[in-house]
């Protein structure tokens, strides 16, 4: 498609030059003869004045359309060396509508291949800045989607990290809640043992001596562990047999300390 589009376009450059070419000559050939006609010397510089003006400002109007906008001025200029080469031309002509009327088209074939070749890169120029927009436009859009590509990494990565965050944080506080439920259950423990002596001192207290008690008395657990430390006997193995705690057995131990000392 856009190869044919080319040849066209370079079919019609070359017809251009033809159409320009051809009525250029027989303007300039028709008003070289007015101005001999009327003694002006020398002739041949009339046509290049007015047709040669012509063209310029045409010209100057293909580059306004080059650039995309239109010459106002080149467009006056040209319109008005176009009246004044058809007025001249059709005043050199014969006195017959015919020939006037082909005295009257070099100029305006000049005037028209000029406009059609304008129009044509009117077109291309809009062609080419919508093309450009949509390379613009692509290039952004590439734009757009690489930035939000490493955007969407960039989350990506710290919600990777906040989920590794979170799982330290859970391990830790797992870790911390094995720790607390280890001292609740030594506290539980604790607890256990000091009811277990207040229970087992309230039953001595309950089970003690009365006052009119020999000094020095022993009860029977106080036999049992001073038999108990004769045999070499741990205090751990004194509480499990009598099935109190070490707490008790190291309390009857004092005891009988100070039994031993009174005597002694």
Excluded: C
Excluded at 109 to 115: M, Q
Aim: proline share 3%; glycine share 6%; net charge positive.
């Amino acid at each position: 498609m856009n190869k044919t589009i080319g040849q066209i376009d370079k079919l019609t450059n070359w017809l251009l030059v033809v159409i320009v070419a051809i009525p250029f000559i027989l303007s300039a050939t028709a008003l070289n003869d007015l101005a001999a006609q009327h003694g002006q010397r020398p002739s041949w510089l009339y046509p290049v004045m007015v047709d040669g003006g012509l063209i310029i400002f045409k010209l100057l109007v293909l580059r306004g359309a080059l650039r995309g906008h239109r010459d106002r001025y080149a467009w006056a200029m040209a319109v008005t060396a176009t009246v004044i080469s058809v007025g001249l031309n059709v005043h050199h002509a014969e006195a017959s509508v015919t020939a006037r009327l082909m005295s009257a088209l070099p100029p305006l074939a000049i005037l028209g291949a000029f406009v059609a070749v304008t129009r044509r890169i009117e077109e291309t120029a809009v062609e080419e800045g919508l093309t450009a927009q949509q390379a613009n436009l692509q290039a952004e859009i590439a734009k757009l989607a690489a930035d939000l590509a490493g955007r969407r990494q960039a989350f990506d990565q710290a919600v990777a990290d906040m989920q590794a965050e979170l799982a330290q944080l859970r391990t830790r506080l797992a870790q911390e809640a094995d720790a607390l439920a280890g001292q609740v259950a030594d506290l539980k423990r604790q607890k256990a043992a000091i009811q277990a002596d207040i229970k087992e001192a309230r039953q001595t207290a309950v089970a003690a001596p009365k006052n009119d008690q020999p000094a020095g008395a022993l009860t029977d657990r106080q036999r049992q562990i001073l038999a108990m430390l004769r045999q070499d006997v741990s205090q751990a193995d004194m509480a499990t047999s009598l099935g109190v705690s070490e707490r008790t057995v190291r309390r009857d131990i004092s005891k009988l300390n100070g039994i031993v000392k009174e005597i002694a």
